[in-house]
């Protein structure tokens, strides 16, 4: 049977793997483009059409496949390929990235044949965005509280949207954070560091939106993002100064009143197991989480 061949992902590919991922929207943060391109750098992840659906590979340690985007009869007929393209290599038939929705399509077309294991620390975070917005009610007051100190505390400071004008300004904070915070000596967040930098690099060419905050003239935090689906908006990266106090709450808050507000949903990403991280991403208590899985056959 013939091979299938995957390539990286590259700009001039934006509009064939968006087009796929419109087929089959989805409110997990990897069905955007900006995400799959600027993380395949890192990830070793390619991509192939496969029966007219959108399939990306990862062969660092196994093959192993994302779950295809397209239509339902592409995503059915692209499934059968890969699992006789997987027997074909002599591997395991695996999926990764499977949300709860893509594993009850997988149920209707191969009832009761696959297990998934979902993994905690992959789930991303989803917010109503009027509650990020307005931080209101009883559970909320603590960021209030820290929002208020940081309008105390730093009586000029200012909003504004990602530009030309201030994006090298943004580029230069994003270094002097690197610096501050040990990037150097962790692999996880060197990668993170690479995409944070190519996010401001690329904003324009990945159609992507951002938003920053300064204090006393100085930039002190920024945030970018896109739309993953109608309802929903995906804030990829969000960088604040820590010892600049409640500058984090305040372009969490900042950046959706200006940039989000025709979404209904804020996707703020996955916690990938960090215990600090975690506990702040739930203190903003989320509307849902989109849960993400590994499926394998059953034996």
Not at 103 to 115: K, N, V
Not at 280 to 286: F, G, H, I, M, V
Request: charged share 30%.
């Amino acid at each position: 049977m013939e091979d299938i061949v995957f390539k990286r992902p590259e700009l001039e590919d934006k509009e064939i793997i968006s087009t796929y991922f419109a087929k089959a929207p989805s409110r997990s943060c990897e069905r955007t483009f900006a995400n799959v391109y600027l993380w395949s750098r890192h990830y070793h992840v390619k991509y192939a059409i496969v029966e007219n659906a959108l399939v990306f590979m990862d062969d660092e340690f196994e093959l192993a496949y994302a779950y295809p985007a397209g239509e339902p009869a592409a995503v059915k007929n692209a499934l059968d390929r890969l699992m006789e393209y997987s027997r074909e290599k002599g591997n395991p038939f695996k999926l990764y990235n499977v949300t709860e929705e893509n594993f009850a399509q997988l149920e209707e077309f191969y009832p009761g044949r696959f297990t998934v294991e979902y993994d905690r620390d992959e789930a991303d975070y989803v917010y109503e965005r009027e509650k990020l917005a307005t931080l209101s009610g009883k559970k909320l007051h603590g960021k209030r509280n820290h929002i208020n100190k940081f309008k105390a505390l730093y009586e000029n400071w200012s909003y504004e949207s990602l530009s030309d004008d201030n994006v090298e300004e943004c580029f230069q904070m994003a270094l002097a954070w690197r610096s501050q915070n040990g990037c150097e000596e962790d692999t996880q967040k060197n990668a993170e560091m690479c995409v944070t930098l190519n996010s401001l690099r690329l904003y324009k060419e990945l159609g992507m939106v951002g938003g920053c905050i300064r204090v006393n003239g100085e930039i002190v935090a920024f945030c970018i993002g896109e739309a993953v689906c109608e309802d929903t908006f995906v804030v990829h990266v969000e960088k604040a100064f820590a010892d600049v106090e409640g500058a984090y709450p305040m372009i969490n808050q900042q950046f959706v009143q200006h940039e989000c507000m025709e979404y209904e949903y804020v996707n703020r990403e996955e916690d990938t197991g960090a215990e600090g991280l975690r506990k702040a991403k739930l203190s903003y208590r989320p509307a849902f989480l989109v849960e993400k899985g590994t499926v394998t056959e059953k034996v």
